[in-house]
Nanobody
Framework: QVQPVESGGGSVQVGGSLKLSCEAS????????VGWYRQTPGKERELVAR???????RYTDSVKGRFTISQDNGRLRLYLQMDRLQTEDTAVYYC?????????????????WGQGTQVTVSS
């Protein structure tokens, strides 16, 4: 099964930057949206940033103005530029690619999840 593969995580000090990348392990015919999520122990996975199938981007409030999501459509590669990192950004970050269940997004979708990459921000 095709799976997103994340890279670029690591450790950084407060105020630093990291850039996460995500690329599908195989061919994906079409997508309904792509996004980055994060999770810390004991908490639910939360949306960080997403590009919808209509091209509209959205961010969770805590990262607005600091994180930027972008996509290379030709290669189905997704990025998350993270600037002015804070300790609260420490988490495992996951890439998600939403694909049509059959042919069209309106007929239902399936989320493909990566294994995650650890981001640690220390003071």
């Amino acid at each position: 099964q095709v799976q997103p593969v994340e890279s670029g995580g690591g450790s950084v000090q407060v105020g630093g930057s990291l850039k996460l990348s995500c690329e599908a392990s195989g061919y994906i015919r079409s997508t309904c949206g792509v996004g980055w999520y994060r999770q810390t122990p004991g908490k639910e996975r939360e949306l960080v940033a997403r590009i919808g199938g209509d091209g509209i981007t959205r961010y969770t409030d805590s990262v607005k103005g600091r994180f930027t999501i972008s996509q290379d459509n030709g290669r189905l590669r997704l990025y998350l530029q993270m600037d002015r990192l804070q300790t609260e950004d420490t988490a495992v970050y996951y890439c998600a690619i939403t694909t049509p269940r059959v042919k069209f997004c309106s007929d239902g979708t399936v989320d493909l999840w990566g294994q995650g990459t650890q981001v640690t921000v220390s003071s």
